[in-house]
């Protein structure tokens, strides 16, 4: 199976911050990286597919990159309402595990 | 409009079974995996495995083979995961998702939270 290093664990940053979430996995998975955020008491939700392409209606400050084995979220300027805790998954083969997970505190 | 709908909470006892859905609508059911997804109190997003309605093809993480049973009904739109024998370990919320072809979790349902409690 794949392994997820996904850091940091948490982090808290200002507004208007530029925020980095690294992962990592044990082998490469080309570019079947994928980025969720999720809210307490909500479901998650897909912000970035296959390293680095935006999903519809997600705000264009949320960036994907890399590929192999090294993966990055950016977030360009960090808002309000980008608390929460963000993770990674892979889906090069079964199992298609996920990250640890980075939760964000906003200062 | 692509929706997946979980069924409610449900409370009960070690040894108990269980069966909780998932009822898709606005897609092809039969055209695209249902990943399930575990998050237990407090922690994170656990892949559990996954079912194609197309064909009810199963693929499982290791961790959960033999712990749960995937299946869907394409009459109803309808997957499912089903515990024979619960254990307090099992207390956790369960997340269905929707697959897209590309491999990532493009849908969610609400999650049902599931609670093993003697």
């Known amino acids: 199976d794949i392994q997820m290093t996904q850091s940091p664990s948490s982090l808290s940053a200002s507004v208007g911050d530029r925020v980095t979430i690294t992962c990592r996995t044990s082998?490469?998975?080309?570019?079947?990286l994928n980025w969720y955020q999720q809210k307490p008491g909500k479901a998650p939700k897909l912000l970035i597919y296959a390293a680095f392409n935006l999903q519809g209606g997600v705000p264009s400050r949320f960036s994907g990159g890399g590929s192999g084995t090294a993966f990055t979220l950016t977030i360009s300027s960090l808002q309000p309402e980008d608390s929460g805790t963000y993770y990674c998954?892979?889906?090069?083969?079964?199992?298609?595990?996920f990250g640890q997970g980075t939760r964000i505190e906003i200062k | 409009e692509v929706q997946l709908e979980q069924s409610g909470a449900q409370v009960k006892k070690p040894g108990e079974s269980l069966k909780i859905s998932c009822k898709t609508s606005g897609y092809s059911f039969t055209s695209s995996w249902i990943a399930w997804v575990r998050q237990m109190p407090g922690g994170g997003l656990e892949w559990m495995g996954m079912i194609f309605p197309g064909d009810s093809n199963i693929i499982f993480s290791p961790s959960f083979q033999g712990q749960v049973t995937m299946s869907a009904d394409r009459s109803l739109t309808t997957a499912y995961l089903q515990w024979d024998s619960l254990k307090a370990s099992d207390s956790a919320i369960y997340f269905c998702?929707?697959?897209?072809?590309?491999?990532?979790?493009?849908?969610w349902g609400q999650g049902t939270l599931v609670t093993v409690s003697s």
């Open positions: 082998q490469t998975i080309s570019n079947y």
């Open positions: 998954q892979h889906s090069y083969n079964p199992p298609h595990t």
């Open positions: 998702a929707r697959q897209a072809t590309r491999g990532d979790l493009d849908f």
